[in-house]
């Protein structure tokens, strides 16, 4: 399975963007699909996941109301809408698909993953 981000970039506070991560290889949809986070000298943090059908989703607690996880299954491709970004939200955002997604995603679930991509809010 190889996973590539896009959609990164640098914005101001409340604003939004987009995260899209395209899939190829593997069997689509026997993945389960997250994002994760991570700034420099902290542990990855579980943003939101979901499973292949879309009928559990699971957010961080930090993120519920103001992110979005979706995904097109034609085009083989996930999304994180998100929206009234915060200076904290600041971090690389990888794309992974794996075994598992449960309100804890945890990172140890997901054994692909992409590159990252940045995403920068200031105030």
């Known amino acids: 399975v190889q996973l590539v981000e896009s959609g990164g970039g640098s914005v101001q506070a409340g604003e939004s963007l987009r995260l899209s991560c395209a899939i190829s290889g593997g069997t689509y949809g026997n993945y389960y699909m997250a994002w994760f986070r991570q700034v420099p000298g902290k542990e990855r943090e579980g943003v939101s996941c979901?499973?292949?059908?879309?009928?559990?989703?699971y957010y961080a607690n930090s993120v519920k109301g103001r992110f979005t996880i979706s995904k097109d299954n034609g085009n083989k491709t996930l999304y994180l809408q998100m929206n009234s970004l915060k200076p904290e939200d600041t971090a690389m955002y990888f794309c992974?698909?794996?075994?598992?997604?449960?309100?804890?995603?945890?990172?140890?679930?997901?054994?692909?993953w992409g590159q990252g991509t940045q995403v920068t809010v200031s105030s």
């Open positions: 979901t499973s292949w059908d879309g009928a559990h989703i």
């Open positions: 992974a698909s794996g075994g598992k997604c449960s309100a804890r995603i945890r990172a140890s679930d997901f054994g692909y």
